[in-house]
């Protein structure tokens, strides 16, 4: 990565990942922004940059993981395929259960409740800001997320936190719904409340400071380390063991 390198194009979940490790946080809105930058320029082909999306009445169909491959195009080498959208038709196809992890994203269309939502992008200093919570509501923005124990549960939770106040803060609504399933208990964590500003104000001041160089990551716990991605190439890694 260049030294003082500075992505112009994010997304809110990259920005909020700076809850589980600073570092992580870059390495994600990086790697993302060729794609973000890719959608916000699709995005502004549609009236006031937005697309409504309301899945609340959509079907879920299980298929085998070699169909799913079929209708996405997607090959073997080019990683796992989780879901097909049919738009047309109001499906979403899943991998047969035991044909595939446990993923994020089917725990979602298993598990979260439905609302409608809206993609779309906001200008925030010199960035653009993807944004499509996982619902919104007259007056809250809602996030939904997965996790596989109770441990964990502690450090998703500022994560999804930290990601729906923001939500809330650009889509101007006052309050914030996130769940958070923690899949060794079969439990769903519900957490609202009232839009924090400072909260958001300080996510995006140190996404802005650590992007652009001018504040140092804060290694995080040790064991965050162990199996990430970006464990061979991290400087941060082992300096020092955070929170
Ligand atoms: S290896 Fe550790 S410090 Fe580096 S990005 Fe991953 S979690 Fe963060």
Same mark, same amino acid.
């Given at each position: 990565m260049k030294k003082g390198y500075v992505v112009r194009?994010?997304?809110?979940?990259?920005?909020?990942?700076?809850?589980?490790c600073h570092q992580f946080s870059i390495y994600r809105a990086v790697e993302d922004e060729k794609m973000v930058k890719g959608a916000v320029k699709q995005l502004k082909s549609y009236p006031n940059n937005k697309v409504k999306i309301d899945h609340r009445d959509t079907k879920y169909k299980y298929l085998p993981?070699?169909?799913l491959r079929e209708l996405t195009g997607i090959s073997k080498n080019q990683g796992e395929v989780r879901a097909h959208v049919d738009i047309d038709k109001n499906i979403v196809y899943l991998p047969t259960?035991?044909?595939?992890?446990? &993923?994020?994203?089917?725990?979602?269309?298993?598990?979260?409740?439905?609302?409608? &939502?809206?993609?779309t992008f906001f200008v925030?200093?010199?960035?653009?800001?993807?944004?499509?919570?996982?619902?919104?509501?007259?007056?809250?923005?809602?996030? /939904?997320?997965?996790t596989s124990n109770p441990f964990l549960y502690f450090y998703v939770k500022h994560v999804a936190l930290s990601q729906v106040h923001?939500?809330?803060? /650009?889509?101007k609504k006052p309050k914030i719904r996130a769940q958070i399933r923690i899949r060794s208990t079969e439990e769903i964590k519900t957490i609202k409340g009232r839009r924090?500003? &400072?909260?958001?104000?300080?996510?995006?001041?140190?996404?802005?400071?650590?992007?652009?160089?001018?504040?140092?990551?804060?290694?995080?716990?040790?064991?965050?380390?162990?199996?990430?991605?970006?464990?061979?190439?991290?400087?941060?890694?082992?300096?020092?063991?955070?929170?």
């Open positions: 194009f994010l997304k809110v979940s990259d920005i909020a990942q700076q809850h589980w993981k070699h169909k259960p035991g044909d595939i992890f446990e &993923t994020g994203e089917m725990e979602q269309h298993l598990f979260a409740e439905r609302y409608p &939502t809206v993609k925030w200093g010199k960035y653009a800001v993807l944004a499509c919570p996982d619902g919104i509501s007259d007056d809250f923005c809602y996030e /939904f997320k997965s923001i939500y809330s803060y /650009f889509y924090d500003n &400072t909260r958001v104000a300080e996510a995006l001041d140190t996404m802005d400071k650590l992007l652009r160089g001018k504040i140092k990551p804060i290694p995080p716990a040790a064991w965050k380390c162990g199996k990430c991605e970006y464990r061979k190439k991290c400087p941060v890694r082992g300096k020092k063991t955070g929170k």
